[in-house]
Structure formats: C-alpha cells, structure tokens
C-alpha cells in the first residue's frame, strides 16, 4: 500500500497551489494523508476530487467548516499497520518517546505544524513530518511524503518538491 503524505498547505493564498509533481504522486497513491493547516473546506473537496480515500486531521489555522469536520487526531489502518495522525506533536526535545506513550498502539504518527521535514525511528516506531508542498518557511525546499506499507511495516520517505 502506497500513502501520500502532506501537511500545512495553506491554501488558498493568493495564486498558490499545489504543485504538479505532488498532484501526480498523491493521484498515483492508494489513499492521502494530510496532516492538518488545509485552511479551507474548498483544499479538502480539492484533494478528495484527486481520487484516492482522503484521511485528514484539523489543525489550527483551519476553517470554523474544518475545524467542525475534521478530528483533532485520528489513527488510519494500513495493510496491518497503523499510522496516528496529529497537527501539533510538540517541542522537538522527546518527541519520538512522546508520540511513542501517546499512541502506544500505534506503528507510526504522522504529523505537521513545522513545516520542517522530519523522520526518527526506534525500535520499530516511526514519527514522520512531510514538511509543506507550498510553504516551507524555515525549511530548504518544498516536500511531501510518501509511506510504503507492506505486512504492518511502514517506510518513509521525503519527496523533494522543487
């Protein structure tokens, strides 16, 4: 099973979009993950016509509409594996061994609110942040995410946008 992952796009803004190449890579995945920042219910209804199941979470700066639809944090099953998903996994000091106790029934948690591209491992626990395909800010370059899930195992991996 193949996942697209993206976080924090912030759209719209302006003439902003999402790039072509994370279009093409979230069309060719079995479902997307958006870690949250959308900002408005027009993103989502975008994302969901790219055609793949579209898994999401709120987060702060999202629409009064998303905030109202979206969960603050969700856990999706993929082949045997299952991935959390939350917006703000806080200070960067102790992250991995907190999202660890926090979903301890979880493979791997996916997050954003960085916007900074991220990927630790432990003893078979994954924490994973795709950064944003449209607004990196401190971040080098634009990214997203790409999961491969086979027999309950997840591999990461950050896709380079620009």
Not at 60 to 70: C, T
Not at 87 to 94: E, I, L, N, V
């Amino acid at each position: 099973m193949r996942l697209g992952i993206v976080s924090d796009t912030h759209l719209p803004r302006g003439r902003r979009t999402l790039p072509d190449a994370c279009v093409e890579r979230l069309a060719a995945s079995d479902a997307i993950l958006h870690a949250g920042d959308l900002m408005e219910l027009s993103v989502l209804e975008r994302l969901e016509a790219i055609g793949p199941p579209v898994h999401a979470i709120r987060g702060n700066v999202d629409s009064a509409e998303l905030q109202a639809r979206l969960p603050l944090v969700r856990t999706v099953q993929a082949a045997r594996a299952r991935i959390a998903m939350i917006h703000d996994a806080g200070p960067s000091a102790g992250r991995l061994a907190r999202m660890r106790r926090r979903f301890p029934d979880a493979d791997a948690v996916v997050f954003g609110h960085s916007h900074i591209p991220l990927h630790e491992e432990a003893g078979g626990f994954a924490i994973f942040n795709p950064g944003s395909p449209t607004e990196r800010r401190r971040a080098p370059r634009h990214t997203m995410g790409i999961a491969t899930v086979t027999e309950g195992r997840v591999r990461f991996e950050l896709v380079d946008l620009d």
